[in-house]
């Protein structure tokens, strides 16, 4: 019997083999079985990024994982800190074991530790000692996106955590960072002002120009808002809707902002930006699923800033000459509160078909599988796992919306904007 089993078996096996070796030549994607989407998962293992690769001496959040591991970015660390109530609520650290973090970190910029200027920090500094690397750009936006996580963290803690980000926001001269104008330089170098400016096109500068109104020291004039370019539309060739855009059509820039300004069901005189990154989430996903070079992903889209195949980093987006079929992982992630089924479909497909881009601490930076060889990013970024964890989080409860909007200058800041619900 078991003779017999084996002359049947072993043609049958070369049969398979043989077969299997016809499609080598093809471009193949790999088949698991089909799991769904577990949200919290996801979000822990995302979490743990920011646990994990914080400095524990400084609370400094490294830039990102793969390269230069002594090196922290700001905007990472902004993030780092807006984790922790998301760790405390889901029960993955204790409410000490936050607020022990948060007041580390803030402590660490309130003390003088990191370095910068007027109260604007460095966009990359030593993770260790907080000193200034690389470039040494004073950068505005990045410093927004610090303090941003640090209001929400503030707001969610109370205490001495509200006191030092209440502190930290104070400090920062917004008025300094315009050098003259009216809206804000993205930031200072070498002595000098960088010439672009936050309002030259539409973008996440949304952000840093709304909290720089809202300041209660160094305050911006309203006409900052009313000084953004907003004449670049972009009509879906799809569906027809149009958007307020940036050029690039790179996604996150209608995310960053929406990430900690609770900007439903409401709009100024200009239009509902809530409603406009919808509409520019939607394009980006049109964009991919109408695209013979994107079949080969399926449901699985999303064009935005990431690390490019081999080496570097690039603001891929939506339009014709700026992208190369990479795919950033996040941008469809982080879209959950805009486009819910879209987004899920994309997790799904990546967690599925790509499983080399879901590792111990969620999705990594980018892939491209129309590359030979396959190409996954080693890295994980801080600032995409940022806004993978929040947008999941305000996905699910609004937590990050909830709290941040508590906060007096935030609310202010939106008033003077002339959004109608929170006037």
């Known amino acids: 019997m078991k003779r017999y089993f084996s002359k049947i078996t ?11 070796l016809v499609g080598c030549g093809k471009s193949t994607i790999p088949q698991t079985p089909d799991l769904p989407v577990d949200l919290v998962e996801i979000s822990q293992r995302t979490f743990n990024y920011f ?22 970015s700001i905007a990472a660390t902004g993030f780092g800190l807006a984790a922790l109530p998301i760790g405390v609520e889901q029960g993955w650290i204790t409410r000490e074991q936050g607020e022990e973090r948060a007041l580390r970190t803030l402590n660490s910029f309130a003390t003088g530790n990191v370095e910068g200027k007027n109260g604007f920090f460095m966009h ?24 941003a996580g640090a209001i929400f963290t503030g707001e969610y ?3 001495d955590i509200k006191t030092l980000a209440d502190e930290l926001y104070r400090k920062i001269d917004w008025e300094w960072m315009t050098n003259g ?7 200072w170098k070498d002595g000098g002002f960088i010439t672009s400016r936050w309002g030259d096109r539409f973008d996440e500068g949304l952000l840093a120009t709304l909290l720089a109104m809202g300041s209660p020291t160094y305050p911006i004039l309203p ?25 690039d059509e790179t996604l996150f820039v209608y995310q960053f902002p929406l990430i900690y ?18 509409l520019a989430t939607k394009y980006n996903r049109d964009y991919t699923m109408n695209s013979d070079r994107y079949r080969v992903y399926g449901e699985v889209w999303g064009l935005s800033a990431e690390d490019q195949p081999f080496g570097g980093y690039k603001a891929y987006g939506a339009r014709d000459g700026n992208n190369d079929c990479t795919i950033a992982p996040y941008a469809s992630i982080a879209a959950l ?5 879209e987004a899920l479909a994309s997790m799904k497909g990546m967690i599925n078909k790509f499983p080399k881009v879901y590792g111990e601490y969620g999705f990594h930076a980018g892939f491209n599988v129309t590359v030979s060889p396959q190409w996954y990013s080693p890295n994980y970024i801080g600032i995409d796992q940022g806004a993978i964890l929040l947008m999941i989080a305000n996905y699910q409860s609004g937590t990050v919306w909830e709290y941040f909007m508590k906060n007096p200058y935030v609310l202010e800041a939106v008033k003077l904007a002339g959004f109608d619900r929170y006037q």
Not at 337 to 341: L, Q, S, Y
């Open 261 to 278: 300004f609770d900007l439903r069901n409401t709009g100024d005189q200009y239009t509902d930006y809530f409603e406009n990154a919808i």
């Open 124 to 147: 990359w500094v030593n993770w260790a000692t907080g000193g200034g690397v690389w470039d040494r750009e004073v950068s505005s936006i990045d410093t927004a996106l610090l303090i």
């Open 157 to 159: 803690f109370g205490g």
């Open 223 to 247: 006409e900052a808002w009313h000084a953004i370019n907003r004449s670049v539309t972009n009509t879906n060739r799809y569906n027809g809707a149009t958007h307020i855009a940036l050029r």
């Open 51 to 72: 646990w994990e690769f914080a400095n524990l001496e400084t609370g400094l959040v490294l830039d990102k994982t793969e390269n230069n591991k002594t090196v922290a």
């Open 181 to 187: 104008g009216t809206t804000l330089s993205m930031g």
């Open 337 to 341: 509160p805009f486009t819910p089924e």
């Open 10 to 20: 072993y043609p049958i096996i070369l049969i398979l083999i043989l077969a299997s």
